[in-house]
């Protein structure tokens, strides 16, 4: 930990060299299966990576005007052909256009949507693809408020909802199911989509298999997902994206805090400089336990600690975790993983500072990229 004891927090380090294994496998999974895999901003958005993650991947995924711009503007300088796929649950009547203008594939939610939109779409911009979210219906997603084919579900048109008129409009088509999952869950999906909306895929350009796959885990059966790839490319003669975030940025990096007190109520409480809530919201969302680097499970340690945030949140609490020694004021706690999901989400929640972010070259070099402060906080309040 010596390593990082001047380390100023807190603070996200990415580390450049194991984004770029991550990137070699999907590169891998690219050659191999002929699948284009593009980047969803939605879960990795840390740009000043993008020259090395445009070398590997073929664009990125928006979910909206924001993430498009931000596509077009730090992924597309370095490689003129990255494409940008915009979706949206639902487009707006005042950012239809420029959306238009800098996407190069449109995913719509509904009939309704591309009906109301898609011919304005063409205009402005006459080489856009257009393609339709499906729902397949399916889905093994481990948390309800990550399933995007759950009961009552908003997002993508189901079987019964597709109106037929709108077919020849279509280039392409997407489903999104998963969340963490395997090549299992993924198979699984497939066949609930083929049997649902084959009749539809003759004729197009390609099926968008969306993202939760998570390939870059290890375990994860990477020539299984390579074989079912290829079956699918030569049964329907369709090209075959897909759009992880998550395997992007997983296990790239860490969360570094302070511990800025400790005293005893009940049990060892250690109040750090980060947030559960502000700085690591699936840990409450989903919910997870966070690794915390050198530290065992509660009791598995000669010294446990509740580690909890410096906001005024009661469940401000990232778990308890055992140490071989107390803690003491000014340690460093290297949460793990803290790539993804987490400062796309950030908030300046009770005004605290939002982490810095940072890369660790793969020189061993750490590289403060932006440091925030009480402006991003006044900024976004009036
Ligand atoms: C969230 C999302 C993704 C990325 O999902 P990961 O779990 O980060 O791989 C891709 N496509 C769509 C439509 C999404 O909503």
Redesign the pocket.
Known sequence: MNEYSNIKTPAYVCEESLLEKNLQLLGYVQKESGAKIIL?L??FAMWSTFSLVSKYLRGC?A?GLYEAKLAREEFCKYNKNAEVHT?SPAFKEDEIDEIANISDHIVFNSPAQLKRFASRVKEINPTIEISL?LNPEVSSSPVDIYN?CGLYSR?GTTVANLDESIVSLLDGL?F?A???QDVDALEAVLTAFEEKFSPYIKNLKYINF????HITKKGYDVAKLIRIIKNFKSKYDVDVYF?????VGWETGFLIATVLDTFTNGMNVAILDTSAEAHMPDTLAMPYRAEVRGAGAAGEKKYTYRLGGNTCLAGDIMGDYSFDKPLQIGDKIIFEDQI??TFVKNTTFNGIKLPSLMIKRSSGELELVKEFGYEDYKRRLS
Not at 210 to 213: E, L, N, R, S, V
């Open positions: 969803a939605k879960g995924t979910s979706y979210r995007p997002l997407n999104h998963l969340c963490e969306g993202g939760g796959h759009e992880p975030g998550e395997a993804h999901y």
